[in-house]
């Protein structure tokens, strides 16, 4: 239905979703990102059919956001882990996490899983943050425009 | 292809992408932030088929991400707008757009849009904070678990 449609689109989020949009896709990117590492693991852990799992797989290790690496020769078999790419999808991965524990749990369910920062072990927030006045900035106050040539006179070390 | 499997998964990235994983959603939620809001300019801006673009609005819709505002009574017309919920899907979507502009342009291609700070113009990066130790927390340095029943003791007031 989607056909490569997006291609011609010059816009980041369209790229990023021809790149891993499809809902299975970041699925898998998630559990990858939660430890697992083998086709069956990933088979079981979604529910998803054999061949779909190995198109999906495919079509990440061609995007980049996910490398294959062996772990037997006899049968030859491979463990799929995040490259660096991938690894900075955890977080639109996490801000999706953290829209639908705000907004689609039912009432009284708590969030299932909690992004902790490793060293003091407190929540994780993702959020918005402004290069120039280096405060964390509400979303109210975020507007997305077209880029300019040059960067914005307030970045440029002002 | 996908169905309803997600419903059984009690995640809440599977929810988020049970409301607006399908890539066409996400491109109209990210229209509707760029000030799209009537159904032919939506139709024209994204090349979608009428009856796609109305399934795709009506399930945004009933999944509170946007609302229907009349904008004439002979003929009946609607705009869509985000409920405040659908508001809050621009920081994942930001967020999308970023990874895209780091990994997904082609060679020396700027990215297409900047998210910007309303009040001092300074770029605005989407990132991880920590409520605990109050810093800017690197990627490397976010795990995701599943939650405690209580609040982590470094989010108690410590």
Known sequence: MLGR?????????ARALEAVGERWSLLIVRDVHLGLHRFEDLRLELGIARNVLTTRLNHLVDAGVLERRPYSDHPQRWEYHLTRVGLELGLPIVALMQWGDRH?????????RQARHRTCHGTVDVGYSCRSCATTVPAREVEVLPAMTAPAAADRGA
Do not use: A, F, I, N
Not at 104 to 112: A, D, I, M, N, T
């Open 5 to 13: 449609t997006y291609d011609e689109q010059v816009c980041s989020v």
């Open 104 to 112: 689609l749990l039912e009432p009284g369910q708590r969030p299932p």
